[in-house]
């Protein structure tokens, strides 16, 4: 007898929804695509391709926006598998500090797949990866400073390899990413300078730099912005956030409303956030730690991308306009349906492809 699905470890159980979203292009021929886990068999069958069918398909599942269903914004058939099949995670999971550490992150890294990109170590004063396509130079004018996600607390720049390969390629430009010290080890401080001597590196070098990150790198990018403004420090030409995690006391009102809806950043995510970053920092809401209550005076120009359905919304929609008070100028896109980092998913749903499109539009109008 084979293992039961809730029996994986969450690295193979995320591991298996890339491999069913690799079938969904046969299924969408009204198929039935079957896939063995042990003793459970799970059938996915896209059987009505029209939009009002993906409607009340996705309206059953927990991560359905709370406002009345458009047509116009329908999900993909890929967005509304891979939301099942993480909702069927969700059931399963009961997220630890060592689980997210060692599984959930890592696990993450099958999803985001895999390329043909170039990663190579090199010693930016902090350890860090360059991040290539083939065929983008690494002497190029203009280099992504790129801040992985995991709460503070994991992650690791080749966990985002598939990732910042299709981001490398889209732009056309070489991504440094460092890794950066992490909490509770860490103080968040600590995570910040290495981001400081990051950036300074790359201008030491010669590059013009953009600046970006998700989740947690999202909001390490903002607090890394502050710190060089706050020295005075030549600005980045622009800055993208990508589910930015800028509020570590979890004070928005998306943090509970949409606790049950989230697939990723759970309600019992929060709860591990809480008790491990509350472990070693004082002050959840201190400037120095969450972005959000700092000072967005003299930063660049910045997009930030998040989805309806997700815990850190708030985080967003906050941030964009305490920024634009500040005389940001900020583009701000909340879309429907898309879960937690979305775009990063690019290679498994057209929504993450889209967000992706965003980001290469943006940056490229502000590089060139």
Not at 44 to 50: E, I
Not at 215 to 236: N, T
Not at 347 to 358: A, Y
Request: charged share 20%; aromatic share 8%; net charge neutral.
């Amino acid at each position: 007898m084979g293992t039961a699905f809730s029996q994986l470890s969450t690295s193979k159980k995320l591991a298996t929804c890339f491999t069913v979203l690799a079938f969904l292009k046969w299924a969408k021929g009204g198929k039935p695509v079957k896939l063995y886990i042990g003793d459970q068999v799970i059938k996915w069958k896209v059987s009505s391709m029209n939009k009002h069918g993906l409607l009340e398909r996705a309206a059953q599942l927990p991560c359905a926006p709370p406002k009345s269903l458009d047509a116009v914004t329908a999900p993909s058939p890929e967005l509304v598998a891979f939301m099942e099949i993480m909702a069927l995670n969700k059931k399963s999971q009961s997220p630890t500090f060592n689980s997210w550490r060692k599984e959930t992150l890592p696990g993450l890294a099958h999803v985001l797949g895999s390329g043909p990109d170039i990663m190579s170590p090199v010693d930016a004063g902090v350890p860090s990866f360059w991040f290539t396509w083939p065929g983008v130079p690494l002497d190029s004018a203009t280099a992504v400073l790129y801040f992985h996600g995991g709460g503070y607390i994991a992650g690791h720049p080749k966990h985002y390899r598939g990732w910042l390969g299709e981001l490398s390629k889209s732009l056309g430009l070489p991504i440094l990413a460092p890794k950066y010290r992490l909490a509770p080890e860490n103080s968040i401080e600590d995570a910040v300078h290495d981001g400081v001597t990051a950036y300074q590196w790359l201008q030491s070098k010669g590059y013009k730099t953009v600046v970006a990150g998700d989740s947690a790198g999202g909001g390490l990018m903002m607090l890394v912005l502050q710190k060089l403004s706050e020295g005075g420090s030549k600005m980045p030409l622009c800055a993208v956030g990508v589910s930015p995690f800028c509020d570590l006391s979890m004070s928005g009102e998306s943090n509970l409303e949409n606790s049950e809806r989230d697939l990723i950043i759970t309600g019992q995510t929060q709860v591990v956030l809480r008790s491990v970053l509350g472990s070693c920092i004082p002050d959840l809401q201190s400037p120095s730690v969450s972005a959000l209550f700092g000072d967005f005076t003299g930063l660049p120009s910045m997009l930030l991308l998040v989805g309806e359905s997700e815990c850190l919304r708030d985080d967003s929609t906050r941030a964009a306009e305490k920024a634009r008070k500040h005389g940001v100028d900020v583009t701000l896109a909340v879309l429907p349906y898309v879960g937690h980092d979305f775009p990063c998913f690019c290679k498994v749903i057209p929504e993450g492809r889209d967000g992706l499109n965003r980001i290469a539009s943006y940056v490229k109008a502000r590089v060139e």
